[in-house]
C-alpha cells in the first residue's frame, strides 16, 4: 500500500485529465450527427471503453466537419 501512496501524486492527475477527454469527446459526439466514419454508437464505445486512447482518436480521425 505504501507504494502506491508513493505514486498517487503522478496518478491523480493522469486520472483528472483522461476523465476530462472523455467527457469532452462524449458531449462531442452526442451533439453532432456527421463523423469521417462509423456512427454514433461506434464513438461512444470507443471514447469509453478505450481509456484515453478512444477520445484522442476520435478528435483525431473521427470527428466530422462542423
Known amino acids: ?3 502506491i501512496t508513493e505514486y ?3 496518478l491523480i492527475p493522469i486520472a ?3 476523465i ?3 467527457l469532452t469527446a462524449l458531449v462531442h459526439v452526442l451533439r453532432h ?3 469521417r466514419f462509423g456512427n454514433r454508437i461506434f ?3 470507443v471514447v469509453l471503453f478505450i ?3 478512444g477520445p484522442i482518436l476520435y478528435f483525431t ?3 466530422g466537419e462542423d
Do not use: C, K, S
Request: proline residues 4%.
Open 16 to 18: 483528472i485529465i483522461q
Open 8 to 10: 498517487l501524486p503522478f
Open 43 to 45: 464513438w461512444i464505445l
Open 20 to 22: 476530462g477527454l472523455a
Open 61 to 63: 480521425v473521427g470527428r
Open 33 to 35: 450527427d456527421n463523423y
Open 51 to 53: 481509456q484515453m486512447i
Open 1 to 3: 500500500m505504501n507504494e
